[in-house]
C-alpha cells in the first residue's frame, strides 16, 4: 500500500486489504461494526475521516479511490462493487445521525443495498455474507423497533411525503422495504453457482446463507403483514436449495417455525403441522420462550385437525399460559353447543384479542365449528337416534337412523336457551328474529351484525313509544319543528309555538316487514323451515368430509347409518375426526418449502432410445395446491 | 461520534418507561435468535424422554369425543329430546 500511515483510518484499510486477501468473512464483519457503542478508535476514525475526506464530490472521490485499493487486482476480474461499498460504509460512519432515525434508516438500507451488491460477486461475494447478515440484522432491528413506535418518525416521514404524496401508490412500510433489501441478498446466496447446486449439494459457499437470510426475511414479513411475498422464496427453496437437514439447528427450527405458520395461514394445516410438529421436536430443549411459540401454533393446527392437546402436554413448562387459552375451546368443541362456541369466540374477551393477535383467531373459529356440529349431531343421535335393533340379528331390521327434526329441535333449544344472552340474537335488526326463537327464520343464526351506534337513539325512542327524545329534537329541530313551512297547498305556514310540523313520530314498525328477504309465510306452509335446510347442508358437508358417515334423505329428512352391524352404530356413523384426516393426507405427506433429501434408493438411470418411464408418483392433479 | 451515542443513550433511557408496555405486549410473538448455532440430536426437545423414539402419541388426545352422560349439557338436551317424541 502505497500510504501506509499512522493514523488509525490508514491502518484500518490496511488490516482490511489483508482481510480480503485471505477471504476472512468473519474478521471482515467483525471490523466493520455500526452499532453504537462503538469502541474509542472507531471515534478516532471518524475525527480523521471528517478532517481528511469531509461531506462533498471532492472527498468523496478520494475516498473512493482509497477504498479501490482494497480489492485485488489479480485474476482479471475486478470487484468493483466492494470498494463502493467500503467508501459507503466510511461515509455512515462519518455522517450518520442517531437523532434522525429516518435518516439513519435511509444510509443503512443503502449501505446493505451496496453489499448485496458486493455479495453478488461470484469469486469474492462469500466474503461479505457474514456483513450482509450483519448488516441485515441491524436494519431489521431498526425497522421493526420503528414500526413498533411510529411516533419516533411519523414528522420525518411527513416531511418525506409531503402534501402532495401519491396516494394512489400503496404505502410500502419500512419494515416491508427492509424485507425487500434482505430477499436480494437471499436471492444472492441461493442462486450461488459454485459446488453442486440444488437437492443434491450442500450447504457450501453463499448457500451457507440460504436459510439465515431466508429466516430474516420471514421475520419482516410477518411483521409487515405481507406474506403473500414469502409465497415466491418458498418456491424458490424448494426448487434451488440444499436439503434442510444439512443447516444447523437454530436455522431448521426457526425455517420450519415460519414455514408452519405461513402453510397455516394459507389454510394448508396438515402440512403446516408436520413442518411446526418438527420445530417443536428438533428445538433445543431449553429454549422455552421458542418452543412456546411453536406450540401455539402447533396445538391450533392439530385441534382444527381433531387432535387435542394431552394434560401432559399442557402441563409442561413452555406451555405455560396456553391451557387457559386452548382447554376451553376444545371442551366446547366437544360439547356441541355451537352457539357458545360462537360466543367465546366472538366479541372483545381477552382470549378473543390474545388468538386474534397470535392470528389464529379466524382459522379456529372457521374451521373448528364444523367439529361443533359433528359433536352436536353425535350427542342428539346418541339421546334420540335409532340405534338399530340390539337382537334379533337374523332379521334385516332398518340401519341406525336419526330424524333431522330432533336435530332441529335441539338447535332451536340452544338458541331459546342462548336468546336472552347471545348478541349473536339479540342483535338482529329483524323484529321476528326477537319474537321467538321457534318462529326464527334465520337458520342457525350465523348473520351476526354489531350494534351500530347511529341506531341507539332509535333503540331508545323505541322504549318510550312516541315522545320523541330531547336530544333527537334539539339536534334535528330545524327539521322536525322548523319557523315555519309550506303545508300541503304550497302555503307558508309559520310555526312560531316550534311545534312538531309532522306530527309525533311514530316508531312502531312492527306491522312493516323489514327483512327485504323475508318469505310470504303463506308459501311455506308443509316445506322444511330453513334451519332445517341449513341442518341438512352442515350435514352434507360433514359426510363429504367423510367426518360423518351413511347418507340423508331429504324427503322425511333423516340421517341413516348402513353397515353399523360390526362396529355398531356411533363409531361408523361418527368416525374419529384425526384418524379420518391423517388416512386421508397420509397419501401425500410432503410439506411444500421444505427440501428433503433426495430418496437414497438409486432411480434406474434411462439409457437412451425407447422405453423410458417417466416416474408420476409425485405428481399432483391439475389445480390441486 | 461517542458524544452522540451517549446521548442517544441517554435518550432511550429517558424512553424507556413509556417503552415498557407495548414491547413487552408484543415481543412474545417475535421468534427469538437462538443464543447457539447448532445442537446435537441429543439435545433437542424429541431427545428429551417423553417424545423419544419418534413416539408423540400421547401429546395429542385422538379420542375427544364427550361421552358423558351426566355431564350437564348432555342431561338437559337429552331432556328435550324427550320432549319431543312425547309432543309427537
Redesign the interface.
Known amino acids: 500500500m502505497s500510504f501506509q500511515g499512522n493514523s488509525v483510518f490508514d491502518r484500518f484499510l490496511a488490516s482490511l486489504a489483508e482481510i480480503v486477501r485471505d477471504r476472512d468473512g468473519a474478521k471482515l464483519q467483525d471490523f466493520l461494526q455500526i452499532e453504537?457503542?462503538?469502541p474509542?478508535v472507531?471515534?478516532q476514525m471518524?475525527d480523521e475521516l471528517r478532517q481528511r475526506y469531509p461531506d462533498g464530490s471532492r472527498g468523496e472521490a478520494d475516498l473512493q479511490r482509497r477504498c479501490e485499493g482494497l480489492v485485488p487486482k489479480s485474476g482479471g476480474s475486478s470487484w468493483t462493487a466492494f470498494p463502493t461499498f467500503m467508501k459507503l460504509y466510511f461515509c455512515f460512519?462519518r455522517d450518520v445521525?442517531?437523532?434522525n432515525l429516518l435518516e439513519t434508516y435511509n444510509m443503512l438500507k443503502v449501505l446493505l443495498n451496496q453489499c448485496v451488491i458486493a455479495l453478488g460477486d461470484s469469486q469474492f461475494g462469500i466474503v461479505v455474507l457474514p456483513t450482509v447478515l450483519y448488516l441485515s440484522k441491524v436494519l431489521a432491528k431498526l425497522a421493526?423497533g420503528l414500526d413498533?413506535?411510529p411516533e419516533l418518525v411519523a414528522h420525518l416521514l411527513r416531511l418525506e411525503g409531503g402534501p402532495e404524496q401519491d396516494e394512489s401508490t400503496e404505502k410500502v412500510t419500512l419494515v416491508e422495504k427492509s424485507a425487500n433489501v434482505v430477499r436480494e441478498a437471499f436471492i444472492k446466496c441461493l442462486t450461488d453457482r459454485s459446488g453442486t447446486p440444488g437437492v443434491h449439494g450442500k450447504p457450501e459457499g453463499k448457500r451457507v446463507g440460504i436459510y439465515l437470510m431466508a429466516n430474516l426475511c420471514l421475520?419482516l414479513l410477518f411483521?409487515c403483514g405481507k406474506l403473500r411475498n414469502a409465497e415466491q422464496m418458498f418456491a424458490s427453496i424448494t426448487a434451488q436449495s440444499p436439503p434442510l437437514k444439512h443447516f444447523?439447528?437454530?436455522?431448521r427450527?426457526?425455517y420450519l417455525?415460519?414455514l408452519g405458520r405461513y402453510l397455516l395461514s394459507n389454510n394448508l394445516f396438515f402440512p403446516a403441522q408436520i413442518a411446526l410438529?418438527a420445530a417443536?421436536?428438533?428445538?433445543?430443549?431449553?429454549?422455552i420462550?421458542?418452543?412456546?411459540?411453536i406450540l401455539t401454533y402447533l396445538i391450533s393446527c392439530?385441534i382444527i385437525l381433531?387432535?387435542?392437546?394431552?394434560m401432559?402436554?399442557l402441563q409442561r413448562p413452555e406451555s405455560q399460559g396456553l391451557a387457559d387459552k386452548f382447554i376451553p375451546l376444545?371442551q366446547l368443541?366437544?360439547?356441541?353447543?355451537y352457539i357458545a362456541f360462537r360466543e367465546h369466540l366472538t366479541g372483545n374477551s381477552a382470549t378473543t384479542e390474545w388468538f386474534a393477535?397470535?392470528g389464529i383467531l379466524l382459522p379456529l373459529r372457521n374451521r373448528c365449528e364444523i367439529l361443533v356440529w359433528r359433536?352436536l349431531a353425535?350427542?342428539?343421535f346418541?339421546?334420540?337416534g335409532f340405534h338399530g335393533e340390539t337382537q334379533g340379528q337374523a332379521q334385516r331390521g332398518p340401519p341406525p337412523f336419526l330424524y333431522l327434526?330432533?336435530l332441529e329441535?335441539?338447535v332451536r333449544?340452544l338458541q331459546s336457551q342462548h336468546l336472552s344472552t347471545s348478541p349473536l340474537l339479540v342483535v338482529s335488526p329483524f323484529a321476528n328474529a326477537r319474537v321467538s326463537a321457534s318462529k326464527s327464520q334465520f337458520g342457525s343464526q350465523i348473520v351476526s351484525i354489531t350494534a351500530d351506534p347511529d341506531f341507539a337513539l332509535l333503540t331508545a325512542q323505541d322504549a318510550n313509544k312516541g315522545a320523541p327524545d330531547a336530544s333527537i329534537l334539539t339536534e334535528y329541530a330545524d327539521y322536525l319543528c322548523p319557523d315555519g313551512f309550506f303545508d300541503a297547498t304550497g302555503q307558508w305556514q309559520t310555526n312560531p309555538a316550534k311545534s312538531l310540523v309532522d306530527g309525533a313520530l311514530d316508531p312502531d314498525y312492527s306491522q312493516y316487514e323489514l327483512n327485504p328477504y323475508a318469505e310470504d309465510a303463506e308459501d311455506t306452509t308443509g316445506e322444511p323451515s330453513p334451519l332445517m335446510r341449513e341442518i341438512e347442508s352442515i350435514l352434507a358437508s360433514l359426510l363429504t368430509q367423510r367426518l360423518m358417515r351413511g347418507y340423508l334423505t331429504h324427503r322425511n329428512p333423516r340421517f341413516a347409518i348402513p353397515g353399523a352391524r360390526l362396529r355398531g352404530a356411533l363409531p361408523t356413523g361418527?368416525p374419529?375426526v384425526?384418524?379420518t384426516i391423517y388416512a386421508r393426507e397420509l397419501e401425500d405427506m410432503g410439506v411444500p418449502g421444505w427440501v428433503k433429501p433426495p430418496p437414497t434408493i438409486a432411480a434406474p438411470v434411462a439409457l437412451g432410445g425407447g422405453g423410458r418411464v417417466v416416474n408420476l408418483s409425485g405428481a399432483r392433479p391439475v389445480g390441486v395446491q | 461520534?461517542?458524544n452522540?451515542?451517549s446521548?442517544?443513550?441517554k435518550a432511550e433511557a429517558s424512553q424507556q418507561p413509556q417503552?415498557q408496555k407495548?414491547?413487552v405486549l408484543?415481543e412474545?410473538?417475535?421468534?427469538?435468535?437462538?443464543p447457539?448455532?447448532?445442537?446435537p440430536e441429543n439435545?433437542?426437545?424429541?431427545?428429551?424422554g417423553?417424545?423419544a423414539n419418534g413416539n408423540?402419541v400421547?401429546?395429542?388426545?385422538?379420542?375427544?369425543?364427550?361421552?358423558d352422560?351426566a355431564?350437564d349439557?348432555?342431561k338437559q338436551?337429552?331432556e328435550?329430546?324427550k320432549?319431543?317424541?312425547t309432543s309427537r
Open positions: 453504537p457503542p462503538l474509542d472507531y471515534g471518524v460512519l445521525n442517531v437523532e421493526m413498533r413506535r421475520k411483521q444447523p439447528a437454530s436455522q427450527v426457526t417455525y415460519y410438529q417443536y421436536d428438533q428445538c433445543h430443549r431449553q429454549a420462550n421458542q418452543k412456546r411459540l392439530n381433531g387432535r387435542f392437546p394431552s401432559h402436554l376444545c368443541v366437544a360439547r356441541g353447543n393477535r397470535k359433536s353425535r350427542k342428539v346418541i339421546h334420540g327434526t330432533k329441535a335441539a333449544w361418527f374419529n384425526w384418524q | 461520534m461517542s452522540t451515542q446521548e442517544d443513550k417503552q407495548p414491547t408484543e412474545d410473538d417475535e421468534f427469538e435468535d437462538f447457539v448455532d447448532d445442537w439435545e433437542t426437545e424429541q431427545a428429551s417423553s417424545t408423540n400421547h401429546l395429542w388426545e385422538e379420542s375427544w369425543d364427550d361421552d352422560a355431564e349439557f348432555s338436551l337429552k328435550e329430546l320432549k319431543v317424541d
